[in-house]
C-alpha cells in the first residue's frame, strides 16, 4: 500500500442491530446486566464502590456459579461483572455526605439502578453499542493490570501503588496490548475486511516484539516473545468474556511439558512455539508461518485467537479515536463516482469489490457506467489507478453498460479500456485501436500497478510480456502523450531482467524527459 493511501485496510461489519446483539449476549456484559437487575438498596458495597464480600457469594449465586467451581472463582467472577455494572453506569453507587456515628465505614454506599440499565431493555443498538464499549474499557484496563494479589501487596502505607515493585509500568503494559490488537485488527482485514482465520499466539507475540529488520531473532528476543505469549494468554482469556476476540487458550499441559527443555523456562512455550516466532518474522508478517520444523497441530496448543466482528468494531472505534484512518466498506456508497474510484484504489481485491457493489446497488446501471467513466479521466497521479478500477466496476455493471461504454471508444483516455471492456464481454463489432492507443493503454496501465502496488513480481511479467509482444516497443512508447511515460519506463528498466531491453527502457526514459 502506497503512501497515499489509507493507513488500514477498509473491514467489512455487519449491522449495527447484528452488532448489538452480539454485544448483549457477551457473557462479561451480561453478567453485569444480571447484577445491575439483582441490586439494590440493601446491597453493601465499599467505599470504592465494590461489592462487600459477604455479598459475593449471593452475587455468584445470582450468576449462576455453584458449588463445583474452584473455590472463590465464582465470587471473582461476580467481582469483575460487578466493577463493569458501576463502571459503564447500569448501576449507581451513592454514598452519604457524612457517615452517621456508629456506622460501617467499609459499607457507606447506596445502590440504585443506573441510567444506563434502560438502554439494554429499550436503547437502539448504537445505544447499546456505546454502553459494550464502555464495558470494554473496563475489560482492557483490567486486562493490562496485575493479578489482584499482586497488586495489593504493592499497595505503600500512603495507598498509592508501588509499581516499581511490581516491575509493572501501567503505561507501557496499556500501550503492549493497544499494539497487539491493533495488529490482530490489521491481519484480519488484511485479505478483505473480516477473515476469520485464527493467529497463533507466538506468531502474534513476535509480530509485536521481533523488530522488522531483524533476520534471525535473538534467544534475548525470543525470551520476551515467550514471556508475552502467557502475559496475552491471560488478557485474552479476560477479552473472551467482554465478545472481543474468540480465543483458544494455551495448552496447560505445556506449562511443565518443556520445564526442561534447554534454553527455555517452564510456561514460555517451548521449542515449537520460539521455531514459530522464529518463522514470524517482523512486525506484521505472518508469511512465513508456520516454519517447516513446527507441527501444526502442536501449533495450535500454543494459543489461536482472532477477533471477532463485535472485536472488529470495537478496535476499529478505538482506532479511529485514537485518529487512525480505518475504512467501513460501505463508506462509499453514496458518494460520487470519483470518491469511489480514488477510494477504492487502495483496498484489497475482495474489499474493493464489495465496496463496488454496494455503490452500484444505489444507482441505474447506464447512469452509473457514465458517472463512473467521466470519473476516470484525468491526467492526475491517480487517474491511471481511477481507469483500472474503472474497468473493474464497470464489470459488475454487466452489459447494461455497454452503450456508456461505446460512448467513449474515440475518446483518448478511455477508448484503450472501452475497447478491453467491449472484448471481454465478447463484442464482435469493436473496431480495432490505433496503434498510439495501444501504446497509451500501456503506459497507463503499468502506472495503476505502480502506483497501487509498487514492483511485484506480477508487474515484472508483465513488462516483460509487452516488450516481447511489440517490437520495437521502446521507440514508440518514449514518444506517447501520457504524464507517466517517463515514471513507467525507468521503472521497466529497473523490472527487466534482460539487460539489454533494460538499457533501452532507460535510454528512452531519457528521451521522454527530455521530450517532456
Not at 26 to 43: E, H, I, M
Not at 83 to 90: E, F, P
Request: charged share 25%; hydrophobic share 45%.
Amino acid at each position: 500500500m502506497t503512501a497515499d493511501g489509507p493507513t488500514l485496510p477498509p473491514v467489512r461489519l455487519p449491522s449495527d442491530a447484528e452488532l448489538a446483539r452480539d454485544a448483549l449476549a457477551a457473557p462479561l456484559l451480561a453478567r453485569a446486566v444480571r447484577l445491575a437487575r439483582w441490586a439494590g438498596p440493601g446491597t453493601r458495597v465499599g467505599v470504592g464502590g465494590e461489592l462487600a464480600d459477604e455479598q459475593l457469594p449471593a452475587a455468584a449465586e445470582v450468576l449462576g456459579f455453584d458449588d463445583e467451581r474452584a473455590e472463590g472463582e465464582g465470587e471473582a467472577y461476580a467481582s469483575e461483572a460487578w466493577r463493569v455494572a458501576v463502571d459503564t453506569g447500569l448501576v449507581e453507587v451513592e454514598e452519604p455526605a457524612e457517615a452517621p456515628d456508629g456506622a460501617d465505614e467499609d459499607h457507606q454506599g447506596r445502590v440504585t439502578p443506573g441510567e444506563q440499565l434502560p438502554v439494554v431493555s429499550g436503547g437502539s443498538p448504537q445505544d447499546v453499542l456505546a454502553l459494550w464499549s464502555e464495558a470494554l474499557d473496563v475489560a482492557l484496563a483490567d486486562a493490562a493490570t496485575p493479578v489482584l494479589d499482586d497488586l495489593a501487596d504493592a499497595i505503600g502505607e500512603d495507598g498509592e501503588i508501588d509499581f516499581a515493585s511490581l516491575d509493572w509500568d501501567p503505561e507501557a503494559e496499556a500501550e503492549f496490548l493497544e499494539g497487539v490488537l491493533g495488529n490482530l485488527y490489521l491481519l484480519a482485514t488484511a485479505d478483505g475486511g473480516g477473515a476469520e482465520v485464527p493467529v497463533p499466539l507466538p506468531v502474534l507475540a513476535a509480530s509485536v516484539i521481533v523488530p522488522d529488520d531483524m533476520g534471525e531473532p535473538t534467544d534475548d528476543v525470543l525470551e520476551q516473545v515467550s514471556e508475552a505469549m502467557m502475559r496475552l494468554d491471560d488478557q485474552f482469556r479476560l477479552l473472551e468474556s467482554i465478545g472481543l476476540v474468540s480465543y483458544v487458550p494455551v495448552d496447560e499441559t505445556l506449562m511443565t511439558e518443556d520445564e526442561e527443555e534447554e534454553g527455555y523456562t517452564a510456561g514460555a512455550g517451548g521449542p515449537e512455539a520460539t521455531d514459530a516466532a522464529r518463522g514470524a518474522g517482523g512486525a506484521g508478517d505472518t508469511g512465513a508461518f508456520p516454519p517447516a520444523a513446527v507441527d501444526e497441530d502442536d501449533i495450535a496448543r500454543y494459543g489461536m485467537v482472532r477477533l471477532t466482528p463485535l472485536g472488529l468494531y470495537g478496535i476499529r472505534a478505538r482506532l479511529l479515536e485514537a485518529g487512525a484512518d480505518a475504512p467501513l466498506v460501505g463508506d462509499l456508497a453514496e458518494k460520487d463516482a470519483h470518491a469511489l474510484l480514488a477510494g477504492v484504489a487502495y483496498f484489497p481485491e475482495l474489499s474493493a469489490r464489495a465496496e463496488t457493489e454496494q455503490w452500484l446497488a444505489r444507482r441505474a446501471p447506464a447512469e452509473a457506467a457514465r458517472d463512473l467513466l467521466s470519473a476516470a479521466r484525468g491526467t492526475d497521479p491517480g487517474a491511471p489507478l481511477r481507469r483500472l478500477h474503472c474497468q473493474q466496476a464497470l464489470s459488475l455493471v454487466g452489459p447494461e453498460a455497454e452503450t456508456a461504454v461505446r460512448e467513449v471508444l474515440d475518446d483518448g483516455e478511455l477508448g484503450g479500456l472501452a475497447r478491453v471492456w467491449l472484448a471481454e464481454l465478447g463484442a464482435t463489432d469493436v473496431p480495432p485501436p490505433p496503434e498510439s492507443m495501444i501504446f497509451w493503454l500501456a503506459i497507463d496501465t503499468i502506472a495503476a500497478q505502480l502506483h497501487a502496488e509498487g514492483e511485484p513480481e506480477e508487474l515484472q511479467e508483465l513488462v516483460e510480456g509487452l516488450v516481447g509482444q511489440h517490437s520495437g516497443f521502446f521507440d514508440a512508447a518514449w514518444r506517447v502523450g501520457h504524464p507517466a511515460t517517463a515514471e513507467v519506463l525507468e521503472a521497466m528498466g529497473r523490472l527487466l531482467r534482460d539487460r539489454g531491453a533494460a538499457k533501452e527502457a532507460r535510454k528512452a526514459a531519457f528521451k521522454a524527459r527530455s521530450r517532456a
